[in-house]
C-alpha cells in the first residue's frame, strides 16, 4: 500500500486545516490508519489513529478535542480535520497504515506517507 499525504499550509493560531491520506491498495478491516507528526530534531510522535473497520477513532492527549480523524472506505482516504489550531502543532505530519492494528506504537506501522508540512504562526 502506498500512501499519499495532501493538505498543508501555513495557518494562522486558533485557526484549522485538514489533511487528507490517500492509499493506493487493499485496507483491510482489521487495519489501523493513523497520523504522526514529527519536529526538525524531535521523534516523530503520534498525534491520530482509526481503525479502518469500526472507524473507532483514538486521540493523543495534545490534540484531544481539537482533531478529529474520519475515514472514507470508499475513497480509501483518512482525514484529519485540526482545529484551533497552536504554534507547537507546527510538524511535518505523516500518515501511516499499520497491518498489525497497532494504535499509537510507530514501529508497528509498515507504510507511511511523505509528509506535509502544517506550519502555524502565532
Known amino acids: 500500500v502506498q500512501l499519499q499525504a495532501f493538505g498543508g499550509g501555513l495557518v494562522q493560531a486558533g485557526g484549522s486545516q485538514r489533511l487528507s491520506c490517500a492509499a493506493s491498495?487493499?485496507?483491510?478491516?482489521?487495519?489501523?490508519m493513523g497520523w504522526f507528526r514529527q519536529v526538525s530534531g524531535k521523534e516523530r510522535e503520534w498525534v491520530s489513529s482509526?481503525?479502518?473497520?469500526?472507524?473507532?477513532?483514538y486521540y493523543a492527549d495534545s490534540v484531544k478535542g481539537r482533531f478529529t480523524i474520519a475515514r472514507e472506505k470508499s475513497e480509501n482516504t483518512v482525514y484529519l480535520q485540526m482545529n484551533s489550531l497552536k504554534p507547537e502543532d507546527t510538524a511535518v505530519y505523516y500518515c501511516?497504515?499499520?497491518?498489525?492494528?497497532?494504535?499509537?506504537?510507530?514501529?508497528?506501522?509498515?507504510?507511511w506517507g511523505q509528509g506535509t508540512l502544517v506550519t502555524v504562526s502565532s
Open positions: 501511516a497504515l499499520s497491518r498489525r492494528g497497532a494504535i499509537s506504537d510507530r514501529d508497528e506501522y509498515d507504510s
Open positions: 491498495g487493499r485496507i483491510f478491516s482489521s487495519h489501523v
Open positions: 482509526i481503525r479502518w473497520g469500526t472507524g473507532g477513532p
